[in-house]
Every structure is written in C-alpha cells, then in structure tokens.
Nanobody, 127 residues
Framework: QVQLVESRGGLVQAGDSLRLTCEASGRTFSTTTMGWFRQAPGKEREFVAAITWNPAITWGTYYADSVKGRFTISRDNAKNTVYLQMNSLKPEDTAAYYC?????????????????WGQGTQVTVSS
C-alpha cells in the first residue's frame, strides 16, 4: 500500500503561482509513475501532469496541453515527494487537485493506471 498526502491548496489570483506537494509513504519503492489530476465541479477528472521513473533510464514528464509551459512536475525520491509548480494560474485552473501513484508504466493520462490516490486539495483562482 502507498499513502499519499497532498499539501493544502489555496485561493490565489490570476497570474499567481502555487506549488502543490504530495508526500508518499508506505511501499513507495514500488511506484514508477506519479501524477496529478484535477476535477472541477460538474466535470470529469482530467489529467494534469505525470512523471515516470526508471532507474535504468531517466525521468519522463508529461503534461496536458492546457498546462504545458505553465506547470512543472518534479519528484524527490529521497523525500518520497512529488511537486507540482503552477505558474501563471488562470481561473480555469480552479479545481480539486489529486495526487496519484502507479506501480507500473502505461498510459499516464489515464486514471485507471493509478492504484493510489490522495484525498485532494482545492485550488481556486480568482480573476
């Protein structure tokens, strides 16, 4: 089992920056993919960003088109933590953000790849 705990989100203004943190505990050595998803009221959960790790190769990062160039995902294996740096925030970024972890490689944009989920944290961007 892997437990994921996200940092608190918050209320920010358009153009501001915010960093989300997701700390993993438990069988963290089994995770190869960490991702962030978000869900706005009345909408489906959507992919935001993901990072994969294979000690034999290198990192791989993936982003939704809507956040590419504004958001950056990174991870610190020593701290079992993944970060989502969000810059130039827009009102349409308002959503509950969820951290997720997978123990296998696959289509990182698909929620079904991920076996473990955090409780979610609210990010609200005012115009």
């Amino acid at each position: 089992q892997v437990q994921l705990v996200e940092s608190r989100g918050g209320l920010v203004q358009a153009g501001d920056s915010l960093r989300l943190t997701c700390e993993a505990s438990g069988r963290t050595f089994s995770t190869t993919t960490m991702g962030w998803f978000r869900q706005a009221p009345g909408k489906e959960r959507e992919f935001v960003a993901a990072i994969t790790w294979n000690p034999a190769i290198t990192w791989g990062t993936y982003y939704a088109d809507s956040v590419k160039g504004r958001f950056t995902i990174s991870r610190d294996n020593a701290k079992n933590t993944v970060y989502l740096q969000m810059n130039s925030l827009k009102p349409e970024d308002t959503a509950a953000y969820y951290c997720a972890a997978a123990s296998r490689l696959g289509r990182v944009t698909t929620p079904t790849l991920y076996s473990y989920w955090g409780q979610g944290t609210q990010v609200t961007v005012s115009s």
